[in-house]
């Protein structure tokens, strides 16, 4: 199931529509198709960087991870590896690359350097947990993700690992589906989604509160960088079952929750520039449109679409001075890697490739 499927879907149980969401998010990732869905929600591991641009491709035949120039010249295969390698992200000072492989059998969390050498699986499990969506601490002292702990992927788990693969811990034992982890700017806090609600906890996984009661799905929370603020989209379904998700923001405490959008934003699709000024997501601009990609201030004023001419848009990362954004789109029925200024200018197809690429993710320098 693709997010795309998703538009105007009502959901009838609260639990469901979490599932759904969940298995959705994973497919998208590890099943890439070109009308990509955004896989990897608003982390700083997503949009750090400028120097160079970390990205996963099939060109050589099979899922590799590659770096390239930001004018997409210099296509580096970090991987070579006959199995698929996927959704790599930098570590924050640009040493490590940690990613998912599904080289020892099942999907795991691995991280190299850099240049591509000495990868190390972190994760490995002879209970054969499946891990996804490798996210860095911005002190880089840690790295949370996502593992599907039965075959059925009814059960989803928070768990936590440090870059040499010591201190495997599972955060969120406590509760059956845990999903959509985001650090808190200082590295201390984890914000995340359990049964349509956003609970923050300690990153060490103590301290767990639950700081929403929803009867509708909140979903991909991302904390701001002031670290006193949290994003998050909240879905509503009127009497006509037309659902509608907004952009939301709150006190880190869970209070004084207040929506920033009029328009309706793909959920997971949303992400803060790192100066904090600037909101960059997906939208359907009219009635059974394709995604586009939007930017608007902060605070839910002077929205512009930046891609209006595109058939289809996924992923987006911010260059980390906030001045610029790469992102996907389908251009003759592959997915490929485009950047552009902060003021929708200078766009370019920087990858150009018969084949499909994702995971753009910038270098820290």
């Given at each position: 199931?693709?997010?795309?499927?998703n538009?105007?879907?009502y959901r009838?149980?609260?639990i469901?529509?979490?599932?759904?969401?969940?298995?959705?998010l994973?497919a998208?990732?590890?099943?890439p198709?070109?009308?990509?869905?955004?896989?990897?929600?608003?982390?700083?591991?997503?949009?750090s960087?400028?120097?160079k641009?970390?990205f996963?491709?099939?060109?050589?035949?099979?899922?590799?991870?590659?770096?390239m120039?930001?004018d997409?010249s210099?296509?580096?295969?970090l991987?070579?590896?006959?199995?698929e390698?996927?959704g790599?992200?930098?570590?924050p000072?640009?040493?490590?690359?940690a990613?998912?492989s599904?080289?020892?059998?099942r999907?795991?969390?691995f991280?190299m350097?850099s240049?591509?050498?000495?990868?190390?699986n972190?994760?490995?499990?002879?209970?054969g947990?499946?891990?996804?969506?490798?996210?860095?601490?911005?002190?880089?002292k840690?790295i949370?993700?996502?593992?599907?702990?039965?075959?059925?992927?009814t059960?989803?788990?928070?768990?936590s690992?440090?870059?040499?693969?010591?201190n495997?811990?599972?955060?969120?034992?406590?509760l059956a589906?845990?999903?959509?982890?985001?650090?808190?700017?200082?590295?201390?806090?984890?914000?995340?989604?359990?049964y349509?609600?956003?609970?923050t906890?300690?990153?060490?996984?103590?301290n767990l509160?639950?700081?929403?009661?929803s009867?509708?799905?909140?979903?991909?929370?991302?904390?701001?960088?002031d670290?006193?603020?949290?994003?998050?989209v909240?879905?509503?379904?009127?009497?006509?079952y037309?659902?509608?998700?907004?952009?939301?923001?709150?006190?880190?405490?869970g209070?004084?929750?207040?929506?920033?959008?009029?328009?309706?934003?793909?959920?997971?699709?949303?992400?803060?520039?790192?100066?904090?000024?600037?909101?960059a997501?997906?939208?359907?601009?009219f009635?059974?449109?394709?995604?586009?990609?939007?930017?608007?201030?902060a605070?839910?004023?002077?929205?512009v679409?930046?891609?209006?001419?595109?058939?289809?848009t996924g992923?987006?990362?911010?260059?980390?001075?906030?001045q610029?954004?790469?992102?996907?789109?389908?251009?003759?029925?592959?997915?490929?890697i485009?950047?552009?200024?902060?003021?929708?200018?200078n766009l370019?197809?920087?990858t150009?490739?018969p084949?499909?690429?994702?995971f753009?993710?910038?270098?820290?320098?």
């Open positions: 199931m693709c997010l795309l499927a538009k105007g879907i009838h149980n609260t469901l529509t979490g599932l759904l969401l969940v298995s959705s994973l998208v990732l590890i099943l198709s070109p009308l990509f869905a955004q896989a990897m929600p608003s982390s700083s591991s997503v949009s960087g400028h120097g641009i970390l996963s491709s099939d060109r050589d035949g099979n899922w590799d991870i590659y770096t120039n930001v997409g210099n296509i580096v295969n991987t070579h590896n006959p199995a390698d996927q790599p992200v930098w570590s000072d640009g040493t490590k690359i990613f998912v599904k080289r020892d059998g999907e795991d969390i991280v350097n240049d591509g050498s000495n990868p190390v972190l994760t490995k499990d002879p209970k947990h499946q891990d996804y969506w490798p996210i860095w601490s911005p002190d880089g840690h949370v993700f996502q593992s599907w702990i039965n075959d059925n992927k059960l989803v788990q928070i768990d690992v440090e870059p040499n693969g010591a495997l811990t599972n955060l969120t034992s406590s589906l845990a999903f959509d982890p985001q650090w808190s700017p200082d590295s201390k806090h984890i914000v995340f989604v359990s349509n609600d956003i609970y906890m300690n990153a060490d996984g103590t509160v639950k700081i929403t009661n009867s509708t799905a909140v979903v991909t929370p991302f904390w701001l960088p670290n006193q603020h949290i994003a998050f909240s879905e509503s379904v009127d009497k006509n037309v659902v509608s998700e907004n952009i939301f923001v709150m006190n880190a405490d209070s004084s929750p207040h929506s920033i959008s009029d328009i309706q934003v793909q959920p997971g699709s949303y992400v803060w520039s790192p100066d904090g000024k600037h909101v997501f997906r939208s359907y601009p009635q059974n449109s394709t995604l586009h990609i939007f930017v608007m201030d605070d839910g004023s002077n929205v679409n930046f891609t209006p001419g595109f058939i289809q992923l987006i990362a911010w260059s980390p001075n906030s610029r954004l790469a992102f996907l789109a389908n251009e003759k029925g592959k997915s490929q485009f950047t552009m200024n902060a003021d929708g200018s370019k197809n920087i150009n490739s084949a499909d690429n994702f753009p993710s910038w270098s820290p320098s």
